[in-house]
Nanobody, 116 residues
Framework: QVQVVESGGGLGQPGGSLRLSCVVS????????MGWYRQAPGKQRELVAR???????TYADSGKGRFTISRDNAKNTVYLQMGSLKPEDTAVYYC??????????WGQGTQVTISS
């Protein structure tokens, strides 16, 4: 069974930075995309950033210019570098793996709270 595990959340300062990591227990050969999503209290889950196996990247408008998604295939890991953080970035951040032949696999999420 594929496992997706996020880490790196926590309390951040407005204007500061955080880096989230996501490790997938699956060969990168079967993964065609990885994505970061977030869900704030009372809101729907939304895309933050997504990267495909051929490095096509999509960012939500909310994170453009502030967030960077990247991956390390050797480590089966995807990162989300977040900068210029705002209180409205507060949410549970989820990583998901899009794998050939199966439904998307979600992690348990990591809480990010931006507050002074």
């Amino acid at each position: 069974q594929v496992q997706v595990v996020e880490s790196g959340g926590g309390l951040g300062q407005p204007g500061g930075s955080l880096r989230l990591s996501c490790v997938v227990s699956e060969s990168v050969v079967r993964i065609y995309a990885m994505g970061w999503y977030r869900q704030a209290p009372g809101k729907q889950r939304e895309l933050v950033a997504r990267i495909t196996r051929d490095d096509r990247i999509t960012y939500a408008d909310s994170g453009k210019g502030r967030f960077t998604i990247s991956r390390d295939n050797a480590k089966n890991t995807v990162y989300l570098q977040m900068g210029s953080l705002k209180p409205e970035d507060t949410a549970v951040y989820y990583c998901t793996a899009f794998i050939f032949g199966t439904s998307p696999t979600w992690g348990q999420g990591t809480q990010v709270t931006i507050s002074s």
